[in-house]
């Protein structure tokens, strides 16, 4: 059997993509190590307008009684400006964000994907691709029992993350790519009050906060890499150094976790294969951009395939159409977070800026 897509990383890029292109009646087998539900590490926000992407997609109603909190507010304390934020509704009428566990979402992702017709092997490893004159079409690949197999698809897509094996096999080419700027770390609190977003500024770290399930708070310290040396040798006591008082006067219920992660872009197509998510765009956690990216970028690659394999549009043009959508849409906010995970002072517009909006 040969499938119209296989697609490598089940989290919620690979999830997404699944899902849509299963709604159009293609079929897809959608295959991940893991099994769910399970965690992985994230920045975990998903902006509203990610939250209009399953709105759209019939998903919010689902997530909603799940046990985490809408947000609208976020509080920015810059130091020399405080203010507060509502964001306006993204698509019009969506104008709550969340902040939810990894395992909720994810299965919820998953499940759904299943739902809409696509097959799902979990904790089973992709090896290495299939290909024929220069042509990937499928994947090898083995179950946790051990049995190998061969699964032929017109396309292949990576979906599995900053550290993609698919791109990897590909060759993809890496180009507007910048250094590791932060390294970051996070655990989850009870007995905090965080009804909102809060980011707290400083010349040497970042402090976030949100809201997650049944009353958890994430709390997230984010550093300059320049600082990595010393924080290694002991993460927890810099971690904890650097929270609020409110904060550590909670109850940490999780271990802190971190990692500090490259800025870069992909070409995210080729011969019989795509990227999407992470694996052909990444960039810094700072300004928690990850699921909602990876929620739009599914709907333009799954829009993408469908035109190339309908055979309404050749494959190559209506890929590179993806591509220079996807650059359009986030070069600006790429840039901005580059420069503020830079921690490089912000330039005078910016903070007469701030000042403004604070005193409005």
Same mark, same amino acid.
């Given at each position: 059997?040969?499938?119209?897509?296989?697609?490598?990383?089940?989290? &919620?890029?690979?999830?997404?993509t699944?899902?849509?292109?299963?709604?159009?009646?293609?079929?897809?087998?959608?295959?991940?190590?893991?099994?769910?539900?399970?965690?992985?590490? +994230?920045t975990?926000f998903?902006h509203?307008?990610g939250a209009?992407?399953?709105?759209?997609?019939?998903?919010?109603?689902?997530?909603?009684?799940?046990?985490?909190p809408p947000v609208?507010?976020?509080?920015?304390?810059f130091?020399?400006?405080?203010?507060t934020?509502?964001?306006?509704?993204?698509e019009?009428?969506?104008?709550?964000?969340?902040a939810?566990?990894?395992?909720?979402l994810d299965?919820?992702? &998953?499940?759904?994907?299943?739902?809409?017709?696509?097959?799902?092997?979990?904790?089973?490893?992709?090896?290495?691709?299939?290909?024929?004159?220069?042509?990937?079409?499928?994947?090898r690949?083995?179950?946790?029992?051990?049995?190998? +197999? =061969?699964?032929?698809?017109?396309?292949?897509?990576?979906?599995d993350g900053?550290?993609?094996?698919?791109a990897?096999?590909?060759?993809?080419p890496?180009?507007?790519?910048?250094p590791?700027?932060?390294?970051?770390y996070?655990?989850?609190?009870?007995?905090? +009050?965080c009804p /909102?977003?809060e980011?707290?500024?400083?010349?040497?770290?970042?402090?976030?906060? @949100?809201?997650?399930?049944?009353?958890?708070t994430?709390?997230?310290?984010?550093?300059?890499?320049a600082? @990595?040396?010393?924080?290694?040798?002991?993460? #927890?006591?810099a971690?904890?150094?650097e929270?609020?008082?409110?904060?550590?006067?909670?109850?940490?219920?999780t271990?802190?976790?971190?990692?500090?992660l490259?800025?870069?872009?992909?070409?995210? @197509?080729?011969?019989? /294969?795509a990227?999407?998510?992470?694996a052909?765009?990444?960039?810094?956690?700072?300004t928690?951009?990850g699921?909602s990216?990876?929620?739009?970028h599914?709907?333009?690659?799954? #829009?993408?395939?469908?035109?190339a394999?309908?055979?309404?549009?050749e494959?190559?043009?209506?890929?590179?159409?993806?591509?220079?959508? =996807?650059?359009?849409e986030?070069?600006?906010?790429?840039?901005f977070?580059?420069q503020?995970?830079?921690?490089?002072?912000?330039?005078? +517009?910016?903070?007469?800026?701030?000042?403004?909006?604070?005193?409005?």
């Open positions: 059997m040969t499938y119209d897509a296989v697609i490598v990383g089940a989290r &919620v890029a690979g999830s997404a699944a899902l849509l292109l299963a709604r159009r009646g293609y079929r897809v087998l959608l295959v991940d190590k893991a099994a769910f539900p399970s965690d992985t590490i +994230s975990h998903i509203c307008s209009a992407k399953l709105h759209k997609w019939g998903l919010l109603d689902r997530l909603r009684p799940t046990g985490c609208r507010e976020a509080r920015f304390d130091g020399a400006c405080a203010f934020a509502h964001p306006p509704p993204a019009g009428e969506i104008d709550e964000a969340y939810p566990r990894r395992t909720i299965k919820m992702m &998953v499940d759904a994907a299943v739902q809409a017709g696509c097959e799902l092997r979990e904790q089973y490893t992709a090896e290495g691709l299939a290909a024929d004159k220069g042509r990937v079409e499928g994947i690949g083995r179950s946790r029992a051990g049995n190998v +197999s =061969r699964e032929a698809a017109r396309f292949v897509i990576g979906a900053a550290n993609s094996a698919v990897r096999w590909v060759d993809a890496r180009y507007n790519a910048k590791v700027l932060t390294c970051f996070y655990a989850y609190w009870s007995g905090v +009050s /909102w977003v980011l707290e500024i400083r010349p040497r770290c970042t402090y976030i906060g @949100f809201p997650a399930h049944h009353g958890l994430l709390a997230l310290v984010s550093f300059p890499i600082e @990595f040396p010393r924080i290694r040798l002991d993460h #927890e006591s971690y904890l150094a929270l609020p008082e409110r904060v550590k006067a909670g109850s940490r219920e271990r802190v976790v971190g990692a500090d490259p800025n870069f872009y992909r070409r995210p @197509f080729g011969e019989g /294969w990227l999407v998510g992470d052909g765009y990444h960039k810094d956690p700072l928690a951009q699921i990216d990876a929620f739009r599914a709907e333009l690659l799954a #829009e993408a395939l469908d035109q394999i309908s055979g309404r549009d494959p190559e043009h209506a890929l590179a159409a993806y591509e220079q959508r =996807r650059n359009a986030t070069l600006a906010i790429y840039e977070t580059a503020r995970a830079s921690y490089q002072p912000p330039p005078p +517009s910016m903070i007469e800026l701030l000042q403004a909006i604070a005193r409005s």
